[in-house]
Protein backbone atom coordinates (compact mmCIF):
# COMPACT_ATOMS: atom_id res chain seq x y z
CA UNK A 1 0.00 0.00 0.00
CA UNK A 2 1.36 3.52 -1.41
CA UNK A 3 2.17 5.80 1.70
CA UNK A 4 3.24 9.21 1.00
CA UNK A 5 5.20 10.85 3.84
CA UNK A 6 5.83 14.79 4.60
CA UNK A 7 8.20 15.92 7.39
CA UNK A 8 8.21 18.12 9.17
CA UNK A 9 4.68 19.16 9.67
CA UNK A 10 5.37 22.99 10.19
CA UNK A 11 7.80 24.96 9.07
CA UNK A 12 8.52 29.04 10.22
CA UNK A 13 10.67 30.90 8.35
CA UNK A 14 11.87 34.48 8.09
CA UNK A 15 10.67 36.03 4.84
CA UNK A 16 13.41 35.99 2.00
CA UNK A 17 14.52 32.60 2.65
CA UNK A 18 14.95 29.90 0.11
CA UNK A 19 12.76 26.92 1.49
CA UNK A 20 12.61 23.24 0.50
CA UNK A 21 10.20 20.91 1.18
CA UNK A 22 10.30 17.41 1.48
CA UNK A 23 8.06 14.28 -0.14
CA UNK A 24 8.95 10.78 0.50
CA UNK A 25 6.81 7.65 -1.34
CA UNK A 26 7.04 3.88 -0.81
CA UNK A 27 6.01 2.14 -3.97
CA UNK A 28 7.78 3.87 -6.66
CA UNK A 29 5.55 2.56 -9.29
CA UNK A 30 3.85 5.96 -10.20
CA UNK A 31 2.21 7.22 -12.79
CA UNK A 32 2.72 11.24 -11.49
CA UNK A 33 3.46 13.40 -8.14
CA UNK A 34 1.03 16.79 -7.32
CA UNK A 35 2.19 19.12 -5.30
CA UNK A 36 -0.74 21.39 -3.68
CA UNK A 37 -1.31 24.40 -1.46
CA UNK A 38 -3.86 24.62 0.56
CA UNK A 39 -5.30 28.27 2.48
CA UNK A 40 -7.05 27.58 5.61
CA UNK A 41 -10.97 26.92 5.46
CA UNK A 42 -10.58 26.79 1.36
CA UNK A 43 -9.78 23.89 -1.02
CA UNK A 44 -6.57 22.94 -2.88
CA UNK A 45 -5.10 24.60 -5.57
CA UNK A 46 -2.82 22.65 -7.68
CA UNK A 47 0.68 24.02 -8.26
CA UNK A 48 2.88 21.76 -10.17
CA UNK A 49 1.96 18.23 -11.65
CA UNK A 50 5.81 16.28 -12.61
CA UNK A 51 4.77 12.74 -14.65
CA UNK A 52 6.83 9.91 -14.01
CA UNK A 53 9.05 10.71 -16.96
CA UNK A 54 9.87 13.80 -16.11
CA UNK A 55 12.48 15.13 -13.31
CA UNK A 56 11.53 18.54 -12.40
CA UNK A 57 8.94 21.32 -13.21
CA UNK A 58 8.86 25.20 -12.40
CA UNK A 59 6.27 27.48 -12.41
CA UNK A 60 7.43 30.87 -10.94
CA UNK A 61 9.13 30.99 -8.17
CA UNK A 62 8.59 27.42 -7.19
CA UNK A 63 10.06 24.29 -9.11
CA UNK A 64 9.52 20.53 -8.08
CA UNK A 65 11.93 17.64 -8.51
CA UNK A 66 11.33 14.11 -9.14
CA UNK A 67 13.47 11.08 -8.16
CA UNK A 68 11.33 8.08 -8.56
CA UNK A 69 13.95 5.64 -7.62
CA UNK A 70 14.64 6.75 -4.22
CA UNK A 71 10.86 7.72 -3.68
CA UNK A 72 11.56 11.47 -3.08
CA UNK A 73 10.14 14.72 -4.30
CA UNK A 74 11.35 18.00 -3.15
CA UNK A 75 9.22 21.33 -3.72
CA UNK A 76 11.51 24.63 -3.91
CA UNK A 77 10.45 28.00 -3.30
CA UNK A 78 12.46 30.81 -3.67
CA UNK A 79 12.72 34.03 -1.99
CA UNK A 80 9.70 33.34 0.31
CA UNK A 81 7.64 35.35 1.13
CA UNK A 82 4.52 36.40 3.76
CA UNK A 83 1.92 35.17 0.93
CA UNK A 84 3.71 32.04 0.27
CA UNK A 85 1.92 30.99 3.89
CA UNK A 86 0.01 28.10 3.49
CA UNK A 87 -0.22 24.28 3.93
CA UNK A 88 1.43 22.18 1.20
CA UNK A 89 0.32 18.88 0.42
CA UNK A 90 1.96 15.85 -1.98
CA UNK A 91 -0.06 13.15 -3.66
CA UNK A 92 1.45 10.28 -5.94
CA UNK A 93 -1.16 8.63 -8.27
CA UNK A 94 -0.09 4.99 -9.09
CA UNK A 95 -1.42 2.37 -10.82
CA UNK A 96 -5.02 2.15 -8.73
CA UNK A 97 -5.68 5.85 -10.81
CA UNK A 98 -6.68 7.24 -7.44
CA UNK A 99 -4.02 10.11 -6.00
CA UNK A 100 -2.44 9.25 -2.17
CA UNK A 101 -1.97 11.94 -0.22
CA UNK A 102 1.01 13.10 2.51
CA UNK A 103 -0.65 14.66 5.27
CA UNK A 104 0.71 18.14 4.30
CA UNK A 105 3.13 20.91 5.97
CA UNK A 106 1.87 24.16 7.27
CA UNK A 107 4.46 26.81 6.12
CA UNK A 108 4.21 30.29 7.94
CA UNK A 109 6.83 32.82 6.94
CA UNK A 110 7.15 36.07 8.72
CA UNK A 111 7.49 39.48 7.64
CA UNK B 1 -16.12 31.00 -15.15
CA UNK B 2 -15.15 27.42 -15.46
CA UNK B 3 -14.67 25.49 -12.04
CA UNK B 4 -16.17 23.55 -9.26
CA UNK B 5 -18.51 24.73 -7.37
CA UNK B 6 -19.86 23.19 -3.47
CA UNK B 7 -22.68 23.76 -1.51
CA UNK B 8 -23.19 24.51 1.54
CA UNK B 9 -20.11 25.82 2.56
CA UNK B 10 -21.09 24.99 5.95
CA UNK B 11 -23.74 22.39 7.14
CA UNK B 12 -25.06 21.18 9.97
CA UNK B 13 -26.70 18.01 11.04
CA UNK B 14 -28.67 16.20 14.10
CA UNK B 15 -27.95 13.21 14.54
CA UNK B 16 -29.95 10.26 12.89
CA UNK B 17 -30.20 12.38 9.52
CA UNK B 18 -29.10 11.88 6.02
CA UNK B 19 -27.44 14.89 4.47
CA UNK B 20 -26.54 15.83 1.02
CA UNK B 21 -23.29 17.73 0.06
CA UNK B 22 -23.23 18.93 -3.74
CA UNK B 23 -20.48 19.42 -6.06
CA UNK B 24 -21.18 20.94 -9.73
CA UNK B 25 -18.62 21.52 -11.94
CA UNK B 26 -18.05 22.83 -15.84
CA UNK B 27 -14.66 21.80 -16.88
CA UNK B 28 -16.28 18.97 -18.94
CA UNK B 29 -13.64 16.43 -16.76
CA UNK B 30 -15.01 13.17 -17.01
CA UNK B 31 -13.83 11.53 -13.88
CA UNK B 32 -14.64 13.36 -10.13
CA UNK B 33 -13.56 13.08 -6.82
CA UNK B 34 -14.97 13.14 -3.23
CA UNK B 35 -12.70 13.64 0.18
CA UNK B 36 -13.12 13.71 3.32
CA UNK B 37 -10.16 15.90 5.10
CA UNK B 38 -9.42 15.67 9.24
CA UNK B 39 -7.26 17.90 11.14
CA UNK B 40 -3.85 16.15 10.89
CA UNK B 41 -5.01 13.03 8.20
CA UNK B 42 -5.01 14.85 5.44
CA UNK B 43 -6.63 14.09 2.73
CA UNK B 44 -9.03 10.55 2.53
CA UNK B 45 -10.69 9.38 -0.83
CA UNK B 46 -14.88 8.95 -0.43
CA UNK B 47 -16.29 7.89 -3.93
CA UNK B 48 -14.88 8.32 -7.10
CA UNK B 49 -16.40 8.33 -10.55
CA UNK B 50 -15.01 8.32 -14.43
CA UNK B 51 -18.20 7.78 -16.14
CA UNK B 52 -21.81 8.82 -16.11
CA UNK B 53 -24.09 5.95 -14.10
CA UNK B 54 -21.02 4.77 -12.87
CA UNK B 55 -19.02 5.02 -9.59
CA UNK B 56 -16.19 3.16 -7.32
CA UNK B 57 -15.93 2.89 -3.47
CA UNK B 58 -12.75 4.74 -2.00
CA UNK B 59 -10.76 3.77 0.88
CA UNK B 60 -13.45 5.27 3.99
CA UNK B 61 -16.64 4.61 1.62
CA UNK B 62 -18.73 3.19 4.79
CA UNK B 63 -21.89 5.58 5.62
CA UNK B 64 -21.90 7.54 2.59
CA UNK B 65 -23.06 7.01 -0.82
CA UNK B 66 -23.11 8.73 -4.28
CA UNK B 67 -24.57 9.13 -8.02
CA UNK B 68 -23.43 10.86 -11.02
CA UNK B 69 -26.41 10.88 -13.08
CA UNK B 70 -25.15 13.53 -15.15
CA UNK B 71 -21.11 14.41 -16.34
CA UNK B 72 -21.19 17.71 -14.49
CA UNK B 73 -22.88 17.01 -11.08
CA UNK B 74 -22.02 14.48 -8.41
CA UNK B 75 -23.29 14.34 -5.18
CA UNK B 76 -22.50 12.99 -1.69
CA UNK B 77 -25.31 11.92 0.73
CA UNK B 78 -23.67 11.40 4.44
CA UNK B 79 -26.07 9.05 5.89
CA UNK B 80 -27.51 8.29 9.57
CA UNK B 81 -24.78 4.92 9.12
CA UNK B 82 -21.68 7.25 9.05
CA UNK B 83 -21.00 7.62 13.10
CA UNK B 84 -18.36 10.56 13.09
CA UNK B 85 -19.46 12.44 9.71
CA UNK B 86 -17.52 15.97 11.01
CA UNK B 87 -15.24 16.45 8.31
CA UNK B 88 -14.12 19.08 6.09
CA UNK B 89 -15.36 18.06 2.33
CA UNK B 90 -13.84 18.39 -0.82
CA UNK B 91 -14.64 17.65 -4.26
CA UNK B 92 -12.52 17.72 -7.35
CA UNK B 93 -12.63 16.50 -11.03
CA UNK B 94 -10.19 15.64 -13.76
CA UNK B 95 -9.64 14.54 -17.57
CA UNK B 96 -9.53 10.74 -17.59
CA UNK B 97 -6.71 9.58 -19.49
CA UNK B 98 -6.75 5.93 -19.47
CA UNK B 99 -3.46 5.97 -21.60
CA UNK B 100 -1.49 8.14 -19.36
CA UNK B 101 -1.97 6.61 -16.40
CA UNK B 102 -5.73 7.42 -15.69
CA UNK B 103 -6.12 11.12 -14.39
CA UNK B 104 -4.41 14.53 -15.16
CA UNK B 105 -4.40 17.15 -12.49
CA UNK B 106 -7.15 17.40 -9.92
CA UNK B 107 -9.26 20.65 -9.90
CA UNK B 108 -10.91 21.07 -6.24
CA UNK B 109 -14.04 22.77 -4.85
CA UNK B 110 -13.65 25.17 -1.99
CA UNK B 111 -15.09 22.73 0.63
CA UNK B 112 -17.86 22.09 2.72
CA UNK B 113 -17.85 21.79 6.37
CA UNK B 114 -20.37 19.47 7.78
CA UNK B 115 -20.91 19.53 12.05
CA UNK B 116 -22.79 16.87 13.60
CA UNK B 117 -24.78 18.64 16.51
Known amino acids: KQEVTQIPAALSVPEGENLVLNCSFTDSAIYNLQWFRQDPGKGLTSLLL?????REQTSGRLNASLDKSSGRSTLYIAASQPGDSATYLCAVQGGSEKLVFGKGMKLTVNP | DGGITQSPKYLFRKEGQNVTLSCEQNLNHDAMYWYRQDPGQGLRLIYY???????QKGDIAEGYSVSREKKESFPLTVTSAQKNPTAFYLC????????????????FGPGTRLTVL
Open chain 1, 50 to 54: IQSSQ
Open chain 2, 92 to 107: ASSIFAPGRGGTDTQY
Open chain 2, 49 to 55: SQIVNDF
